[in-house]
């Protein structure tokens, strides 16, 4: 009988039963894609990584990264949360101050940022992809339906798009926060309208209206195809939202390009997370996309598998 440790965080969160759950494997073992796909869906959050030795010597570890569905080639939460997690057990030396690794994931190589203070790990950041904009989906009253909104719900000031920093989102604006919290996602018309394009299988929906003054936006994920009804905290898509801010005008421009932005999300599912996302942006070019966040562990656990 083979026995695997990991650890239980919870990312974007300064609180235990806030945030995203994250499940990690730490021991570096070697198992097949299908046995990590397995462990993902008994385990059933969001997702779950598992460190693997990197295939480049220079860099510090590798990650896989899978949902209950699917193998992610990058996400937020996870690489956020799995460096902490690193940090926090010394599985990856650390000073006190800036620490910058390199966690090679499907993507590719993604810079990371461990900040310790006082002996404890107080944030880690990760650089994302700069973003790409795709198309507008221009369809109003089948967004409305899918959120179970009315179209005056929605802010049609600014365009539905999809945007991506590694995985596609599409963002939809909504007016208030009293809407946003009346969404009921009706499943039978994402799979119909939605599931087939990848560019419209993930719907975060937005609103400027927060709960907390130090907010920019309140916001809520859908990820059937990922098999994630509802995110607590989605990283991967907070880049690139923060990214739809900036480029739409959503946000107060800035005098020098930097643009500090807070997404809160998860409160309608009684998990409140904060991800802080940064924007550099000169003229028309996005030269960096960022997001970091706190993390606590909430404990540990073990899988038993048949050698």
Not at 166 to 180: C, D, Q, Y
């Amino acid at each position: 009988m083979k026995t695997l440790r990991y650890s239980l965080i919870d990312v974007f969160t300064e609180k235990p039963f806030g945030g995203n759950q994250l499940a990690v494997f730490h021991g570096e073992e070697k198992l097949s894609s299908s046995t990590m796909q397995q462990i993902a869906r008994e385990l059933n959050l969001s997702e779950t990584v598992f460190v693997c030795p990197p295939e480049n010597a220079k860099n510090h570890k590798c990650l896989r990264i899978f949902t209950p569905k699917v193998e992610l080639p990058l996400a937020g939460h996870p690489t956020i949360g799995a460096a902490f997690s690193l940090a926090e057990q010394g599985m990856i030396q650390t000073a006190e101050g800036t620490n910058e690794w390199i966690l090679e994931e499907g993507f590719g190589d993604i810079p990371v940022t461990v900040h310790k203070h006082g002996g404890q790990i107080v944030k880690v950041e990760m650089t994302q992809p700069l973003p790409e904009f795709r198309a507008n989906y221009q369809k109003t009253g089948l967004v409305a339906d899918l959120l179970s909104l009315t179209p005056k719900d929605l802010d049609v000031r600014y365009p539905f798009q999809t945007v991506s920093s590694g995985l596609p989102f599409l963002f939809i604006p909504v007016r208030s926060l009293n809407a946003i919290r009346n969404i009921q996602f009706r499943t039978d018309i994402w799979e119909r309208h939605f599931s087939r394009d990848p560019d419209t299988q993930h719907i975060f929906a937005f609103t400027t209206e927060t709960e907390e003054k130090r907010s920019t936006v309140h916001s809520r994920m859908f990820a059937p195809a990922m098999g994630i009804a509802e995110d607590p905290a989605t990283g991967a898509a907070s880049g690139p939202l923060g990214a739809y801010l900036v480029e739409h005008g959503v946000i107060p421009q800035t005098t020098n390009g930097t643009y500090h932005i807070r997404n809160e999300q998860g409160f309608e599912i009684k998990r409140p997370s904060y991800i802080d996302v940064t924007i550099a942006k000169s003229g028309n070019r996005f030269s960096l996309v960022k997001i970091g966040g706190t993390s606590v562990t909430m404990g540990q656990g073990e899988i038993y598998l048949a050698d």
